[in-house]
């Protein structure tokens, strides 16, 4: 599976950003998605999460009502609308493949797209 990440950029806070994370070599339309980020010297971090139908969906405390993650299996893309961006969202963003147990911990991630950068100035 590879997954590319894009819909990053420079934007100030208060404003919106959608990001799709669009997959190809195999259908991912039985998988978990999940989002996280990095920013610069900090650990990777989750963002947020969706089970493969869309019916659940899983966020980090500190965008819980901010984003919104979701998907098109027809399209094998996965989304997340960024509303309300803070400078702290500063990051590069990356969405994966889940097929461990837990949607909050990296390790239960496999296939990883390129990143996508995500910059909020005050």
């Known amino acids: 599976v590879q997954l590319q990440a894009s819909g990053g950029g420079l934007v100030q806070a208060g404003a919106s950003l959608r990001l799709s994370c669009a997959a190809s070599?195999?259908?991912?339309?039985?998988?978990?998605m999940g989002w996280f980020r990095q920013a610069p010297g900090k650990e990777r971090e989750f963002v947020a999460a969706?089970?493969?139908?869309?019916?659940?969906?899983y966020y980090a405390d500190s965008v819980k009502g901010r984003f919104t993650i979701s998907r098109d299996n027809a399209k094998n893309t996965v989304y997340l609308q960024m509303n309300s961006l803070k400078p702290e969202d500063t990051a590069v963003y990356y969405c994966?493949?889940?097929?461990?147990?837990?949607?909050?911990?990296?390790?239960?991630?496999?296939?990883w797209g390129q990143g996508t950068q995500v910059t909020v100035s005050s």
């Open positions: 994966a493949t889940q097929t461990g147990y837990s949607v909050y911990r990296m390790r239960s991630y496999d296939y």
């Open positions: 070599g195999r259908t991912v339309s039985s998988y978990g």
């Open positions: 969706i089970d493969w139908s869309g019916g659940t969906t």
